[in-house]
């Protein structure tokens, strides 16, 4: 690592300043002479649409990536990273979108993990004490709540990352990267994020933070700068703007921030789900005696905080998880237990969760991604062969349409970033080839992605419901739930807290009903 004093550039109260970085891969250029300046003790954001160059800029500023020109200052003195090491030397610290934790160890192992305290003859032995006492005392500091000797894989995920920010801290970071911190959270873990974010701020710590929601851009940061295609497209202070024109900067065009959802009568009904019975894998009841029914032109969504039973709902109705008891019905035909091909075929399509274990091999191109379960139709398939011809034409329209970047179908899906990776799962599924599903099941559509990715999503999703098609919608944004649906189910502990119409009730309501209480509680409560 090379560090020398910066001479002829201003840098007084610079936490960081990135000069003419430019990086470029194999197909596209990722940061095209990229100049990013963080003053000491502000909370900095970082927007711009999926592939617009954040992730690569902060991986370069972590020391993943080196520059092929540019310079890093961190603090007035100039670095050349060779490594993350060297970036962690120098007081940066990186909290990733996906956990890099060891889910059989505590969490108190996990934050010392590979800086561990030591004792006895030649420090042979790990002095666990020491790093129990250690990580007590640096999550009571920064007002980190965490269970020190609680297994990982016990824990939610709020709780998840806040180990993640220990790790860090532990390693001596003033300087913290949060890469879309929220994508994973519930509204209230975010709440609590962010009063976490702020003691670290008046702890002086320095923070940026790389997210596509504009609400929290306005509510956590004093600075953002925008990036688009690589580029910077402008630094503004956050009291100055708004989300209009910040929207307007990532995208380039006038953007809908609203939902625009015109009115329709439901048909008849497509899916019925009566008195179900499903297990997690604990073997404990999670989804207790649901009933509910999705018809033709309508989105049904259900709001609950993560883990009280969406997830193995929905993997019950798609045929990823035995029910124990009663019924999915789709159009007349019982699909219960049936297997998730079977289900398909029945058109019932589904948009899973999570979108690296269940939505795409991360070892396939991305135009094998776009027909998974799709591969042994027309027009890809004839007589037990696939059609590379027509494979390719398919991928290039969705790609194209679903703005799929970099636009290059050989690329792996791996190689994506997240939210790429999800319009190429949501492009597959929505779209009416070879065949029109009846059903879609969607759980967390827009799950890490940018504000123009989207207004396209839910356009296409309500272009759908125009179409007659039945969408039963699962997400954590109650934005999203409210925005879209047509009728709401509240979930808690497994169970349904009531049935209501998004205008007929608040978010302060549906939140007691996300915490246990009734539609009727919540009705008599209002007075």
């Known amino acids: 690592m090379d560090a020398t004093n910066v001479k002829n550039l201003d840098l007084s109260g610079m936490a960081v300043a990135m000069k003419g970085i430019t990086k470029r891969f194999p197909s596209v250029i990722a940061n095209d002479n990229v100049d990013f300046f963080v003053k000491k003790g502000e909370i900095h954001a970082l927007v711009g649409e ?12 972590y020391g993943l990536y080196t520059p092929d020109e540019g310079e890093i200052y961190i603090n007035g003195e100039r670095f050349i990273f060779k490594g993350p090491r060297d970036a962690i030397d120098a007081g940066i ?7 890099m934790l060891v889910d059989n160890q505590t969490v108190s192992e996990n934050v010392v993990l590979g800086s561990e305290p030591r004792r006895g003859p030649f420090n042979l032995f790990i002095d666990s004490g020491k790093s129990r006492k250690s990580v007590l005392e640096l999550s009571k500091k920064y007002g980190l709540s965490v269970d020190v000797d609680a297994m990982i894989e016990d824990i939610p995920v709020g709780m998840q990352q806040r180990v993640e920010i220990l790790k860090i801290l ?28 702020r003691v ?15 609400n929290e851009v306005m509510a956590i940061t004093d600075r953002v700068t925008v990036m688009r295609l690589g580029k910077v497209t402008g ?39 009566k008195n179900l019975h499903v297990k997690d894998n604990r073997k404990l009841d999670t989804v207790k005696n649901v009933s509910f029914s999705v018809r033709e032109g309508e989105i049904l969504g259900i709001a609950g905080v993560a883990g009280n039973g969406q997830t193995e709902l ?4 798609t045929g990823l998880r035995k029910a124990e008891s009663g019924s999915i019905t789709l159009m007349g035909k019982d699909l219960t237990n049936k297997s998730a091909l079977d289900i398909r075929e029945s058109g019932l399509t589904h948009i899973p969760e999570d979108r690296l274990k269940r939505g795409l091999i991360s070892q396939y191109p991305v135009y094998y991604n776009l027909i998974l379960g799709k591969h042994n139709d027309k027009p890809f398939a004839s007589e037990g062969f696939i059609d ?14 679903f703005d799929v970047r970099p636009k290059d179908i050989e690329i792996l899906g791996g190689n994506l970033s997240g939210g790429n990776q999800q319009k190429v799962v949501v492009g597959r599924e929505l779209s009416t080839i070879p065949i029109e599903p009846k059903v879609v099941a969607i759980s967390q559509p827009t799950r890490g992605l940018d504000i123009g990715a989207i207004e396209f999503i839910h356009k296409t999703i309500l272009n759908m419901r125009a179409k007659g098609i039945g969408i039963l919608l699962v997400s954590m944004e109650l934005d999203e739930i409210f925005s879209l649906s047509d009728r709401i189910l509240v979930f808690y502990e497994g169970k349904i807290m009531g049935e209501v ?8 309501e549906i939140g007691l009903m996300m915490a246990g209480h009734s539609k009727a509680e919540v009705v008599k409560e209002r007075g």
């Open 501 to 508: 119409l998004p205008d007929e009730v608040n978010r302060e």
């Open 235 to 273: 630094q503004v202070d956050t009291k100055d703007t708004n989300p209009r024109q910040l929207a307007n900067m990532m995208v380039g065009r006038e953007v809908l921030l609203r939902v625009e959802k015109e009115a329709r009568k439901p048909g008849k009904t497509l899916l019925e789900v």
């Open 200 to 214: 670290l701020k008046e702890n002086g710590k320095t923070i940026i933070f790389i997210t596509h929601k504009l």
């Open 50 to 61: 999926n592939g617009a160059g954040k992730s690569t800029l902060m991986n370069q500023l």
């Open 314 to 317: 929905i993997e019950a109705i």
């Open 93 to 99: 610290g990186m909290v990733h979108q996906h956990f």
């Open 170 to 197: 532990y390693r001596g970071a003033n300087i913290l990267i949060f890469d879309e911190p929220t994508a994973v959270l519930t509204p209230q873990e975010t709440g609590e994020l962010f009063k976490i974010l």
């Open 388 to 401: 590379m011809k027509e494979v390719k034409k398919f991928a290039r329209y969705i790609v194209d349409t």
